[in-house]
């Protein structure tokens, strides 16, 4: 593990890569910034890690640079925005400065995306509605398939993550962001970046044994939680990202670690309301506060207090924002090269 | 197992002991409506054998029989339904009425209830939205504490279902209804009538120990799906059907199965909404049914074919009707001791 870097420093190094590589300067900000807020939250799966994989794919071609991003079927409560297979981070970013304002308006906006592209951690965006005094849940189709329906064989399902968020009154909200299988594709490549094997329960071959080793995940299938229970809830997420939107879901899913080219047509979804929605004169503060303290303050089965989704983020992102990011050897090595080829300044060493 | 009696015999049975009772007779017919809707789709844990208990809650003065049902803070896609303690059926019932007339109106719908009680199967809801051609999620707080928060000691979460049901377009549709905990307590009375042990997993000790024995139970707390994860999806739950909507959830849930008098403040959330919200343009259903069909038609692990949530209760459904239901002998008796002190026809023998 390198030292720790400034927060600023690594969004500038990203964005200066991403304008680089030719991607407008706008949304190579706002890239660079989801991609730190990731990293930011622990959330490293879907941080700088993935700079140099975007960076190839914009390299084959397989990005619009220019995407005319455009706003369909807009309603005072719901809009689909179409990334014309803009970066995902781009696509996301609007459609849920949309529904916020939909919110704002209607007490309730949700606003799907067609012809996106990967966007990285989930939580990153529901905290971009809390951030507006919002509740939401998010919703996205993953960029690959890895497991089947259940009781099946064929990887029609991908990890299909879930994030919900509610404002928590005088408390620290609650922020949860989840993937809907027990491990994700970022989780199992960071375990296998530190070349450590995979827990017993992530990955099962068709016949139901573990898989820890990293290298043979393909040989087998992601597990989801609860076995039917979230098999079920992965559909459901692919339903209202994928289906209800217009995006990939099922077969036609391009597995964009493979295939640098073919656009992804992800989908995303994001529903962003009012948490005093049904109570609008004023009790949810109060009310959730109480419940998350409640919570929070309950008897412990460890020494450590209860610890509710995400308290760790937040601790961690206050640490990160403090003292830098702690970005992974193997990770700045794939940077200092992608800096070289391009000509930008490298990080520090 | 008793012989198989028809839907329309149990439900004029239902109707008759809760007139009996002093039900409003409207609302009678609603709740042995919804009680045979579960009992339909197999949901047999929420169906005929909640009569007794439900009849034991109203004889102790626990519901409120001619309640006030109001609609508050009304707004194009938005209301709270205040139930006024009376049956749960019913006040579900008119909330799903509710947000189907203003998803038909706005695209959405989404109508909280509060001051409602136990509702019974989550699915029954979301068909009911389904049959009126539109998507639905279902969110219901348990009327009972099982589970500690992640890593904690005290009982503050329930079983607290999920249903989320999407039209198929020329497929039969998709529909999910799941207890966030592995087993719920309803599946853990079926168990327990049935003599059986509980299977490993749904039940632990303090110390992590499985516990098999149905009357043990209260010694242990349910496991979630996924560990940490359904422990939150259980919080969000509850935050959407009990904290957003003014009822009980965490430290102030009623133990409706031990305590027959105070009114349990229950509370429930239906978002109904157009499938096509972000094509309006046609396409969703043949969009979604060509999903459905690539599930469904995928390789099976088995001899059987792929089989998506609701494929079996419908099923199910489908023979009951045609055939009667199958109710339990354990549940006919307590049937037929409540007909034999209310003075209603008993059901045949």
């Known amino acids: 593990m390198a030292d720790r870097i400034p927060v600023e420093r690594l969004r500038e190094f990203a964005a200066r890569v991403l304008l680089a590589l030719e991607v407008d300067p706008a949304h190579a900000t706002t890239t660079a910034r989801r991609l730190v807020d990731a990293d930011l939250r622990g959330r490293t799966g879907h941080g700088m890690i993935r700079l140099a994989p975007y ?7 397989g990005y ?48 799907g995306t067609v012809h996106s592209n990967h966007a990285g951690a989930a939580g990153v965006y529901t ?28 990887r029609l399902l991908g990890t299909n993550p879930l994030a919900v ?32 094997p995979l827990p017993e329960g992530w990955v099962v071959d068709f016949d139901g044994a573990p898989i820890t080793d990293p290298a043979r995940v393909e040989d087998g299938f992601l597990v989801p939680i609860g076995g039917y229970k979230g098999a079920g809830l992965n559909f459901v997420i692919g339903a209202i990202a994928g289906v ?20 992804t047509n992800t989908g995303q979804s994001i529903l962003v309301f009012r948490p005093d929605l049904f109570l609008p004169d004023g009790p949810y503060d109060a009310r ?61 060493a």
Chains 1, 2 share one sequence.
């Open 55 to 61: 960076s190839a794919r914009i390299r084959a071609g």
């Open 64 to 111: 619009n640079l220019r995407p005319a991003i455009t706003v369909v079927n807009d309603t005072p409560v719901s809009a689909l925005v179409d990334g014309d297979n803009g970066l995902g981070q781009v696509v996301v970013t609007q459609a849920v400065e949309l529904a916020v304002e939909k919110a704002r308006n209607s007490g309730i906006g949700w606003v």
């Open 127 to 154: 905290a971009m509605a809390l951030q507006a005094g919002f509740a939401a849940m998010y919703f996205a189709v993953a960029n690959g398939n890895g497991m089947p329906p259940w009781g099946g064989r064929e």
């Open 165 to 196: 968020a509610f404002p928590g009154g005088d408390q620290p909200p609650f922020e949860l962001d989840i993937a809907t299988t027990v491990a994700s594709h970022g989780t199992i490549e960071v375990k296998a970046r530190a070349g450590e």
């Open 244 to 263: 209800m939107t217009g995006a990939a879901f099922g077969r036609n899913v391009v597995e964009f670690r493979h295939d640098h080219v073919t656009p």
């Open 288 to 348: 959730m506060g109480a419940v998350l303290e409640d919570f929070r303050s309950s008897e412990s089965s460890t020494d450590a207090p209860i610890r509710l989704p995400g308290d760790r983020a937040r601790a961690t992102a206050a640490d990160n924002l403090a003292n830098g990011i702690a970005v992974a050897e193997s990770v700045l090595a794939q940077l200092r090269q992608l800096a070289d080829e391009l000509g930008v300044e490298p990080l520090p």
